[in-house]
C-alpha cells in the first residue's frame, strides 16, 4: 500500500475525526471508504447519458412497471 501525506486546514481535520467518531472508523478508514466510492461513481458524461435514456423512454418503464 503507498502511504500519502495530506496538508488539510485543522477545521476539516476536526470535522473529520468527528464525522470518523460517529461512524465508528478512524478518519482514514473514513477518508478511504470516501476515495473508494467517489471511484466507483461514474464519469459525469456517462451519468448525462443514463439521464438522458431514462428521460427519453420514461413513458415506456412506466407502462412496464
Known amino acids: 500500500m503507498t502511504v500519502i501525506?495530506?496538508?488539510i486546514p485543522?477545521?476539516?481535520?476536526n470535522l473529520l475525526?468527528?464525522?470518523a467518531k460517529v461512524l465508528g472508523i478512524t478518519p482514514e478508514d473514513l477518508i478511504r471508504l470516501s476515495i473508494a466510492e467517489?471511484?466507483?461513481r461514474p464519469a459525469p458524461e456517462v451519468q448525462e447519458a443514463?439521464?438522458?435514456i431514462v428521460q427519453k423512454h420514461a413513458d415506456l418503464y412506466r407502462?412496464?412497471?
Open 38 to 40: 467517489l471511484l466507483m
Open 17 to 19: 475525526s468527528q464525522r
Open 63 to 65: 407502462r412496464l412497471a
Open 5 to 7: 501525506t495530506l496538508d
Open 50 to 52: 443514463i439521464d438522458d
Open 10 to 13: 485543522e477545521e476539516r481535520l
